[in-house]
């Protein structure tokens, strides 16, 4: 089966960034993107930081960490990959600096927020950018097409057979066996699954009738795992197997390519990067906070909609200025040119635009002792 490898991306993002600056009031800083004062070298960080949340981020947190200590030798990270839903559970009840999400806050989480991050409450930041690989074990099955509606056939347990009419029409001269498909499906309550049932529900609207939602629709229950390790090895132990994860994480199994208006696009950064251009800011937000309305039915070739943008959040104010320094170094480490790229070569994830990392940067820089 052919090994899955993200290209780096060499898309930047350009025209998310132009609308987050010009929808928020904050102008870009003007320093050159992964300098300043709050980098990862020569700041004064020091303590620990925990974070919890997604564990799509985890390729990319390794490297963060190892980058960001290594700059910081007083300074330590931990993170826990217990899911998006669990990381912001976390956060909002004080058990975390920050977490991990692959879904931005909620306008009640928001509101949650306040009580233990001031009356500014909490915001979202860019932090990994990656396709969601809707991967396979096939044997001999090195490349296979699929429109939304398929997609959501297959997911929904309508469509059993992997030689179907319905995938054979779009993969003419490929040998499809009549094995069964078992779909995996994330058992905790994940931002990547909200993620995936978003897009079938906007793209697949006439055969997805559920809401998307961090939980998988309980009368659809198949083989089932927890965290992006657990569906990923589930599916690579059980031929026929089908499931949704970060593109990073799939190894050697097979990635499906989309259809996106008349073409079909394979999973790489770049399309990924391409998908996130047509973004709009989420509106009633605060200044600081970065949180993308994602365009899961474009049209636009050579995008890939099934994405994932994946947040850091943080609070406006913590309770003391030790704290507010380390979060700002590791903050802005993470979405500058150096964190960036870490990500980039360890995970395959989309690097942020000059002007989203300025923007993120003036965020994070924000961040306050609380009065």
């Excluded at 919890?52 to 030798?73: C, P, V």
């Excluded at 104010?317 to 993470?334: I, R, S």
């Amino acid at each position: 089966m052919k090994v899955n490898r993200i290209g780096q991306a060499a898309a930047v993002l350009s025209v998310a960034a132009l609308a987050l600056t010009a929808c928020g009031s904050d102008n870009a800083t003007g320093e050159a993107a992964g300098t300043g004062g709050s980098s990862s070298s020569g700041s004064n960080a020091t303590g620990t930081l925990t974070g919890i949340g997604a564990s799509s981020q985890k390729a990319a947190m390794d490297a963060w960490k190892s980058g960001f200590e290594s700059a910081n030798s007083n300074a330590k990270v931990q993170y826990s990959p217990d899911g998006s839903g669990a990381g912001r559970k976390a956060f909002l009840a004080g058990g975390a600096q920050f977490a991990g999400s692959d879904a931005y806050l909620a306008d009640d989480e928001v509101e949650s927020s306040k009580k233990v991050c001031g009356p500014d409450g909490a915001f979202d930041i860019p932090a990994y950018i990656s396709p969601i690989a809707v991967a396979y074990n096939l044997e001999g099955v090195d490349d296979l097409k699929l429109d939304a509606d398929t997609i959501a056939k297959i997911f929904k347990l309508e469509i059993t057979k992997w030689n179907d009419p319905a995938i054979a029409q779009q993969n003419e001269g490929v040998d499809l066996p009549a094995t069964d498909i078992t779909v995996v499906h994330r058992n905790d309550e994940s931002g990547t699954t909200e993620n995936f049932t978003q897009y079938l529900a906007v793209a697949a609207k006439d055969v997805w009738t559920y809401e998307e939602s961090g939980d998988w629709p309980s009368d659809l229950q198949s083989e089932n795992a927890k965290g992006t390790s657990g569906v990923v090895s589930t599916t690579s132990s059980t031929p026929g197997a089908i499931t949704y994860a970060d593109a990073s994480a799939v190894g050697k199994l097979g990635t499906v390519s989309v259809k996106v208006g008349d073409e079909y696009t394979k999973l790489s950064a770049d399309a990924a990067a391409k998908a996130v251009e047509t973004a709009e800011p989420v509106s009633g937000r605060s200044d600081q906070d970065m949180a993308l309305k994602l365009k899961r039915d474009t049209t636009e070739s050579g995008a890939y909609p099934i994405i994932l943008v994946s947040y850091h959040i943080y609070c406006s104010t913590y309770k003391d200025q030790e704290t507010v320094d380390l979060v700002k170094a590791w903050g802005n480490y993470v979405v500058g040119a150096e964190g960036q790229q870490a990500a980039a070569d360890s995970a395959g994830s989309a690097p942020l635009s000059d002007s989203m990392m300025e923007k993120a940067k003036k965020a994070i820089d924000s961040i306050t002792v609380a009065s």
